[in-house]
């Protein structure tokens, strides 16, 4: 199997995993979260699409992000700057979560940004090496990286709806 293959299949199953877990969900269940301290479902998903759109956008390609070119921070009424990461349990707890609607338009977009640009890499792209800040290191471990992160945020936002609504519900 080709990188980008193995690299198409890991963001295909996060993508089922992440729907799955989301399927059914309302709204205060995407902003219900389980302790003062800890995230909504809405949070890690938003966080998990900024996070897929910078890796790819930003930090493989040098490119504006689609948070960016597609104005998602107005439809989302957020902030531009809006990175979604690094939140104080505050921050996390005033997070307003846009509709869960928005929230999957935007991961989609982003999403399909990146398998367009995953699709068109030559093999030899996977191994070159870009400034991360994690170091230096070649895009095709970048992106394996970055499909675990996501696989465990798919966990993370399956626990907290089981947490809601108990074993398969």
Not at 66 to 72: M, N
Not at 101 to 130: H, N, Q
Request: hydrophobic residues 40%.
């Amino acid at each position: 199997m080709e990188m980008r293959d193995f690299i198409q299949a890991g963001l295909d199953r996060v993508r089922q995993a992440t729907l799955k877990a989301l399927d059914g969900l309302n709204q205060y269940e995407l902003m219900w979260r389980p302790g003062p301290e800890a995230n909504s479902i809405g949070l890690v998903l938003f966080h998990a699409a900024r996070s897929e759109d910078q890796y790819v956008q930003s930090r493989i390609q040098g490119k504006p992000q689609v948070w960016e070119t597609e104005k998602w921070y107005e439809k989302m009424d957020l902030p531009a700057g809006e990175l979604g990461y690094g939140y104080t349990a505050e921050q996390c707890a005033s997070f307003r979560v846009p509709e869960g609607r928005d929230l999957l338009a935007y991961a989609e977009a982003v999403r399909t940004r990146t398998m367009d640009y995953v699709k068109g890499m030559s093999p030899d792209k996977f191994d070159k090496i870009i400034n991360t800040p994690r170091g230096d290191l070649a895009i095709g471990v970048y992106l394996a990286n970055m499909v675990v992160h996501l696989a465990q945020h798919a966990g993370e936002i399956a626990y907290i709806r089981g947490l809601q609504r108990g074993l398969n519900k």
